[in-house]
């Protein structure tokens, strides 16, 4: 059943036959009138009201009662299911949101001490923080100018500062991958220990950050980067005396789009409730085609509660103790954006090969009944 569909029936519209009724009169009039006495027609409805000179008006539901059904037809009680798991999504996206620092301390706690050491880029120090080297996706490239500022201690009062190149030892542009290796692999006691150092940082340090109010830049957001370029002679006063900007991420940050286990949260939720209501409704080859609907339902619900959430917090109407912090659940979901576009797609396509197939099995019983 198409998304559209179901919707109409969730908000009680009434239901429209019309179009499927013209497509299958216009298909009609193809049949019978010759293409030398066809008129010429501006539009859709002129091409509809001239097929009705030659034939009389089709109901396609009465011409295709012999054909199979595709698609599973949703209920009104499948579509309220899924608009309740979108609410309950919203629900755990608020809830990891707001209990962040908690699960964060317990990631810390179920770990042998000091093992989530910060590097000199995980430090909170600097503007560029989140920008710079919070890419996992990009950890390989060489990126990183070789004199960009980073903090590596403190000589009194004053924080103490040096060029990537001289903390990694190489010439050239950096990757996060020197870096990291640098402080994670060199020390270990031969390279396949040193991998797994590297790797168990990454995963508990991205864990715990996409638990902070900041979360993570979005996958291959820091190919948009423009630091600025030091040479090596530059003296380094400070991380904020380098100069980086991200118009994409600034706008994404508008919205609050970076990355955050809420995100994830909510999209194995919707995942999990769908897929097992799926299972208990024992549609076979239909299956597929109907998860994925109850998936774009429930996705869309808790999409626009975030985004509602959000608007209400930029027009000052939900109130928030902590300025910089935001509302829990209040952001723009992009996980699950990308995911409902994705299932969008893909029943897209599959109503496209049935649409053909119907026409297909419709046009040649047309060609029975004329012959």
Known sequence: MSFLQTIKEVVVWEEDTDFFDKEATIKEYFKVCPPEERNKVNNYDELYFEALKYVNKQSFEENTKHLENYFYEMTQMDASIAILTGVFAYAIAYSVDKNGKKLEKGIDDLLPKDFDKNN????????????MGHDIFTFALKRIPNGYPIYVGKMGRSNVYQTIGEVVGKQGDISMLDLIWTYYGKGAKNPIAGVFNCAGHTIVHFAKDLLTTDGVPLPFSSLFNDPDVFDDDDIVL?????SLKNEF???VNKYNGNMKASDFATLGFINAMCK?????????????????????IAMATCIMIQMSAMILNQKNIVKKKDKKAIVPGAKWNVILTGAMMKAMTQEMVEVTKARKEVNKVYSQ???????
Not at 365 to 371: D, L, S, T, W, Y
């Open 276 to 296: 097992v209501y799926t299972a208990q409704k024992k549609l076979g080859e239909k299956a597929e085609s109907f998860n994925r609907d109850l998936k774009i």
């Open 365 to 371: 019983k047309i060609e029975e009944v004329g012959k």
């Open 249 to 251: 991420n600034d706008w």
């Open 238 to 242: 400070d991380q904020d005396d380098a």
């Open 120 to 131: 000199p880029f995980d430090t909170r120090t600097g503007k560029n923080h989140r920008y």
